[in-house]
């Protein structure tokens, strides 16, 4: 009778999650995104609301989904909001009781492709605030998720949404819009699959690399200033992934000519060119090294003479540096 009593509580639980808990979280998402007032009751029903949900996604593993993806539309719509409420004060508390709750609730792979799925990350909607804040989220997330199968898929998913973000930029380009943080994912994932060179995982996203460069290209074209250190990051990364394909050293050739050499992106040259050089392999030494000749002959083409950048070049020089 126990027995029976628990699984009726906990069917009870789950519907009341599923019918009034998740509900009243969307929709305190949208009156966010009408600017709403916050006076002190509604402060501490929402704070209230996320450690409900947090808890609940913690404990009960069927509801994961569910409530990350009630949480995520519920900081998106806090962190997208222009007009900030002239109470500061609560306006913070707010804010960080649901950034906290959300970064709280067990990430993994299926709950990030759930997350990409989500409205703020379809289309037009990528030029708004809601559609920055998402992939500013998003990359967050990814920042801090350990190692997990299904990388491989999720490397081809944030490549396919940041292309989609590049064809929706906001009206001021040069800021990135969605693309930064979605690229610095990419980068973050195509990096824990190159410390797993070898493994099967890494193998199996080996074969998706061509196309996540051509995602990574068009996303970055009209936004590469902004993009370009996670572009290197990329591109390092996913030469290691496909051994026997050169798109990623196409790829970062192709973009050093368009841009301008920043010390701090000759620092990150310098970290990858190892990679770079060793791959794609070789049986003829010959063949790597044309390859880097011709990607340092791209950085001699368009670095900037001063004495900033020259000194960034003296400080790779010498025979066990890179450069």
């Known amino acids: 009778k126990e027995k029976g009593d628990k699984g009726k509580a906990q069917e009870t639980l789950l519907d009341v999650a599923r019918s009034v808990v998740f509900p009243l979280c969307l929709a305190l998402a949208k009156r966010c995104e009408a ?40 900081t998106v719509s806090l962190r997208g909001l222009v007009k900030i409420s002239e109470d500061q004060t609560k306006m913070a508390k707010v804010v960080a009781a649901a950034s906290t709750a959300l970064a709280e609730v067990p990430a993994d792979v299926n709950t990030l492709q759930s997350m990409l799925k989500c409205d703020v990350m379809q ?35 944030l490549a396919t949404a940041a292309k989609e973000a590049g064809k929706n930029l906001p009206k001021d380009a040069n800021s990135g819009g969605a693309v930064v943080h979605l690229l610095l994912a990419v980068a973050a994932v195509s990096e824990q699959l190159a410390q797993d060179e070898g493994s099967e995982e890494a193998a199996e996203a080996a074969s998706s690399v061509p196309a996540v460069c ?95 950048t020259s000194l960034a070049w003296a400080s790779s020089s010498g025979t066990r540096a890179s450069l």
């Open 214 to 308: 051509q995602a990574v290209d068009e996303a970055s074209s009209l936004c590469l200033d902004v993009c370009f250190s996670s572009l290197i990051r990329c591109c390092g990364s996913l030469s290691v992934l496909a051994t026997q394909d050169s798109c990623a050293l196409q790829l970062l050739q192709k973009a050093i000519r368009k841009v301008h050499l920043r010390p701090d992106a000759l620092v990150l040259l310098k970290g990858n060119l190892r990679r770079l050089w060793r791959y794609p392999e070789a049986d003829d030494w010959r063949i790597p090294q044309a390859r880097l000749r011709g990607l340092l002959h791209s950085i001699f083409q368009v670095v900037e003479v001063s004495k900033t």
């Open 123 to 157: 289309g037009k909607r990528l030029k708004e605030p809601q559609g920055v804040a998402a992939a500013q989220l998003i990359s967050e997330q990814v920042l801090s998720l350990p190692s997990l199968p299904g990388r491989g898929k999720l490397l081809m998913a």
């Open 35 to 74: 600017e709403v007032a916050w006076d002190a009751s509604l402060v501490d029903l929402v704070c209230d609301t996320c450690w409900v949900v947090s808890r609940l996604a913690a404990a009960h593993s069927e509801l994961l989904e569910e409530a990350t993806n009630s949480l995520f539309r519920f």
